[in-house]
């Protein structure tokens, strides 16, 4: 069904059930299920999220400037795509981890035509650092880089099996969409990407697809064709 996506993921899932740190069971299960899609001929490219380490915004009124913390933000989702590159690596794909800002010999520096040949060989591109700017959410990056390598859709891997009317961890009473337009997402705040994801993707007609990453194989049946998680579209 897709040829070429990006898939974002959460900093959080990187760091287990604590959602700190790097846990080695989330990092194995998350190379497996991408690695397997990569052999099976579907061009990833990854954006991670840096909340297990350090999230700019929470920084704000603890003593953090917002620019200064968003930085330490965006090294974070270095560190995490670091990591899963390793794990990728492991299996047998090829992984390389662009920044968004100059960061050699740590990795290198992201230009599209670069990301898009290591996807176009097999391998799986993993774009850190976020839009490479202050007050922009990897969220924000994740759209942006989805439509700069004119990904067919933009993956976003949650702890949940897609979008609902409210957090189903915190609301027993809450029911899943099955599909949704932008329009729909944006008036009803669902706060399941920011907005300013929310309408890059809708202008650049990106559908999105939320899904539970946490369940083993969801990755391979989006491959398939099968229907998965929740479609936000135009």
């Known amino acids: 069904m897709y040829k070429r996506v990006l898939l974002k993921l959460s900093g959080e899932s990187l760091g287990g059930p604590q959602?700190?740190?790097?846990?080695?069971?989330?990092?194995?299960?998350?190379?497996?299920?991408?690695?397997?899609?990569?052999?099976?001929?579907?061009?990833i490219a990854i954006v991670n999220g840096g909340g297990n380490i350090f999230r700019g915004l929470q920084g704000v009124g603890k003593g953090f400037d917002r620019v200064d913390g968003d930085k330490m933000g965006m090294l974070a989702t270095v560190i995490n795509s670091l990591a899963l590159s390793m794990f990728i690596r492991e299996r047998g794909v090829e992984a390389k981890v662009f920044t968004a800002t100059p960061m050699e010999p740590v990795a290198k520096y992201y230009m599209r035509d670069d990301a898009v040949e290591v996807m176009e060989r097999?391998?799986?591109?993993?774009?850190a650092g976020g839009t490479g700017n202050p007050f922009f959410t990897t969220d924000s990056?994740?759209?942006l880089r989805a439509l700069e390598i004119k990904a067919d859709a933009l993956l976003k891997g949650t702890r949940v099996d897609g979008v609902y009317t409210a957090d189903p961890e915190k609301?027993?009473?809450a029911t899943k969409y099955d599909s949704l337009t932008f329009d729909e997402a944006i008036e009803k705040r669902l706060k399941v990407m920011d907005?300013?994801?929310?309408?890059?993707?809708?202008?650049?007609n990106m559908p999105i697809i939320v899904f539970d990453m946490n369940q083993k194989g969801n990755l391979t049946k989006l491959l398939e064709?099968?229907?998965?998680?929740?479609?936000?579209?135009v």
């Open 19 to 43: 959602g700190k740190g790097l846990d080695t069971d989330s990092l194995s299960a998350y190379a497996d299920e991408i690695a397997s899609a990569a052999k099976a001929g579907l061009q």
């Open 171 to 173: 609301d027993p009473t």
């Open 225 to 233: 064709g099968e229907k998965v998680g929740t479609l936000v579209h």
């Open 141 to 143: 990056g994740a759209a």
């Open 195 to 204: 907005q300013t994801a929310y309408s890059l993707c809708r202008e650049g």
């Open 122 to 127: 097999g391998g799986v591109a993993l774009i």
